[in-house]
């Protein structure tokens, strides 16, 4: 009655060719550690990054060049916001088309898609806008 409650030892190996029991991480924070990659690995990376910014961007230009070209129609604001919101849902194709990986795209990184989109649309539309009232 006066062991039980007390968790019992690992035992130390009893033979030579016997091994001792591998202790297993205390924390969850204690992962293995990542192989590092190669320096193809690195570049291939790289290069989708840069695909996955530029389709952000061609998208966002596109969006505001014809947000600018629906001005003239009277709802041309909600327009122009219907036409970023196709620009960043259509990423998804351009990807497709491209032969590129977006299932392994995380939310952050579809943020940040959105964020770019939406930055070149603004940009695009706000500089066609201030240059045909001056």
Known sequence: MAGEGKPEK???????????PEKAPEKASEKAPKRKLTRA????QHTDRLKR????????IIAGVLSFY???????????????????VFQK????????????LSAKDWLYQGFMTFSLWFISWTILLSTTTG
């Open 10 to 20: 690992a035992k130390a190996p009893k033979a030579e060719g016997e091994k001792a």
């Open 41 to 44: 690995e690195k570049q291939a």
């Open 53 to 60: 910014t530029a389709v952000a961007c061609g998208a966002g």
């Open 70 to 88: 629906a001005d003239a129609v009277p709802s041309g604001t909600a327009l122009g916001i219907l036409f970023l919101l196709a620009g960043i």
């Open 93 to 104: 194709y351009v990807f497709l088309a491209l032969r590129m990986d977006y299932l392994g």
